[in-house]
Structure formats: C-alpha cells, structure tokens
C-alpha cells in the first residue's frame, strides 16, 4: 500500500530549521521580560542622557558623550550577554526547562548556540537605539568599524561565557543576586562611566584586566581616539572568551 499523503513523519525538523526557531522563541522570551528590558535598554539608555546632559562625572577633554557612549555600549553587551543570560538560563535549568529541553532533538550545542544568536539579535538593536540616542545628543564617533565590531563578537563571547558558567554552577537565586551585583560592580568599577585614572594606581592595573574594562577602552580608543586596532584590549576580551566559554562547557549542568 503506497504512502498517503497524511502519513506522520516522526523525527525532528531538519538542524537548521530547528535552530532558527529557538533562537526567534529565545529572543522574544528576552525583549518580552520587564527585567530584561530594564537591565538591556532602559538603564542604557537613562545612563547615557543623564550622565552626556550633567556633568556628573568628570570625563576629561571633549564632550562627555564621546567619552560615555563607547563605555555604555560595552554595558549594553555586558547586560545582554552576561546579567540577562546567566538569570534567564539559571531559572530555565531550576524549573526543568533545560532539562526537557536537553532531551528533544534539538542538541544541546544548539540550544545554546540558539540562545547566543538570540543575544547578538538583541544586541543588534540595543547598539542601534543607543547609536541613534548618542548621535542626537552630538556624538562624532570616528575609528575602524570592522575593530568595533570584532571588540563587541569578542565581548559578547566572554561574557556570555562567564554568563552561562554562573547559571550552569549556582542556584537559581544566587545566580540572580550574583549577577545583579556583578553587574553594579563593573558599572562603577569597569571604565564605563568613570574613567579608570579615577581610580589609584594600583588599581587601575586590576581593572584594566577586566572584560568590561577592556571592552570599553576598546571602544573608546577606536570610536574617540581613532585607533585602528586596540590589540591589547583584543587580546583580554579573547583570554576571557576562552576560559569562559571553556569552563562553561566544562562544568555547566544541566539539572
């Protein structure tokens, strides 16, 4: 008897397909969460008017928004791809989410690569707003663009590493309260809003070592100082991609 045509099919959608849909699942469940909106765009956004409108801090010659928007963009992937990621996966893993999840067709491997093309889709459009936000507030950005964006993939895979490892190793609610003060910590202490030579001396050597610092001064030297490749910078962000990213694979747990 030949196949009909309402025969089932059973097996899983073809890679592609299925990766495709959890990333679109994965990005709205993200831009439709209030906390998430507030930790990517809104604080983003309120930080760059309000420190580019009132000298609050002092950011040295020239105008302030050419100083802080570099450092708030940096923020913008440090809250996508580190601080929204690591509590949204860390609930996910503590209600079973990723447990059933693990368990379809969809491979493991993609789900997380589902969730990292989520975060770049995310960053896509925070980038876009607060480029839009600084231009209309004077900004005259200059440098490399291809360096800009290396900068941001590299960002974007170190943090989303260290993201990833906090949710896959701590409980649900510390992982939210780590985060969160995590990242209050590397706003003040990161080179974001505050300059690092703020700071003494023997603590600006420590700083500058991390991924938030580097970051923004790779930005800052490019899109301000007109640096065609912040090696240095480069070469930290790639250091902490790699252990990130490495010891999330490592030790990340599923249950």
Known sequence: MSAGTYTPRPGGAPLGRMITAQ????T???LRNGEQLLLTVIIPTLLLVLFSAVDIVDTGAGESVDFLTPGILALAVMSTAFTGQAIATGFERRYGVLKRLGASPLPRWALMTAK???????EVLQVVLLTVIAFALGWSPQGNPFAVLLLLVLGTAAFSGLGLLMAGTLK???TLAAANLVFLLLLVGGGVIVPLDKFPDA???VLGLLPIAALSDGLREVLQH??????GDLGILAVWAVLGLGAAARFFRWE
């Open 172 to 174: 649900a609610e510390a």
């Open 28 to 30: 709205r469940m993200l």
């Open 116 to 122: 990292t093309l989520a975060v770049l889709v995310t």
């Open 226 to 231: 007109g640096a065609s490749m912040p090696w």
């Open 203 to 205: 603590v600006q050597s």
């Open 23 to 26: 990333t679109a699942l994965e």
